[in-house]
């Protein structure tokens, strides 16, 4: 509000170097024109938003399309702005105009807002109510579909055609009885759970648990898997704790977010995720991230404990 009001007290520019040869310039014209440019940079605003909204959720965000959201999200609006800043109403105004922008489009279909320690998770109702999100800062952490049959339905990077999918797929009948998951989300991976296999979350965060557990926000956890069991604490040190060769499957699916837990992968920690497998036990990482490409660093790892050769 503060940058609001201090934008009128700027000097003014003389009509003859603002606009020369326009000083007949109708009052009344200058004054529409003040109030509709700034209107219409909030609507590009709220438009373009909701636009690139659709599309991270939907399809992510690859480096192209941060470019493009860069270009339309900050560099057009900002070159407006600096094109109003010889006006000193219009200049205001589009400077208020721009400042609810990020809370209007990042709350207008939350239905709740928690905070836990490890931060702030949001319920978000997209395609005209009929999903529901889990975010968790800006990082998509499932989807639950709220059509009716269509609510055990694994969503995102978490569908039957995507690489989870694919994986779950490949395993025959009955050669998979108990799989471990780092990383609960929204419960979305449940849904994969077959009669006779038993399933192990470990996550960090009680209230990721809460989310993931309440039917009236999610239904993976109470519709899909045989009832699983969810340890709470570090992973690092919670599954220590698990005898070892305890898993056909272990999923390691906590490094979608901005903030990587880094100690999750250490030549350490895959030397403990390997002992808990079972013989002939599969291992699979889940590396999709916005801030980071972590195809090295998983190489790297498989190189040094010999599973790369050449």
Known sequence: MALVVACPMKPATSPATLEPGRRGLNW?????????????LLGFMLLTRHVFAVITIGEGAGLP????????????????????SARRWRFALGI???????VVTGSADTIATYRSFFGIYRIVMMEQGHTRLLLHGTTLHGAESL?????????????????????FAAFAPGSIRRVAV?????????????????WTYYEIDPLV?????????FQF?????????????????????????????????????????MHLLTR????????KLAPGGTLLFHISSRTLDLRAVIGALAADAGYLRG
Not at 28 to 40: E, K, Q
Not at 268 to 275: G, I, N, Q, S, V
């Open 28 to 40: 009344n014209r200058r004054l529409t024109w003040d109030i509709a440019l700034p209107v219409a």
């Open 268 to 275: 350490e920690a895959l030397a403990l995720y390997l002992r």
């Open 182 to 198: 780092v990383g609960l989300e929204a419960g979305s991976l449940a849904c994969y759970t077959q009669p006779g296999q038993d």
């Open 221 to 261: 956890l109470a519709k899909c898997g045989n009832r699983p069991r969810v340890v709470l604490g570090d992973a690092r040190l919670t599954l220590s704790a698990a005898p070892d060769g305890s898993y056909d499957v272990l999923v390691l699916d906590a490094f979608s977010s901005d903030s990587v837990p």
């Open 96 to 102: 208020a105009a721009c400042l609810p922008v990020p």
């Open 209 to 217: 648990e809460r989310l993931a557990r309440d039917p009236h926000i």
């Open 147 to 167: 059509l009716p049959g269509k609510e055990t339905l694994p969503l995102t990077y978490y569908s039957h055609e995507g690489p989870f999918g694919r994986f």
């Open 65 to 84: 399309m941060r470019v493009v959201m860069m270009v339309f999200g900050i560099f057009i609006p900002a070159l407006a702005l600096m094109s109003f």
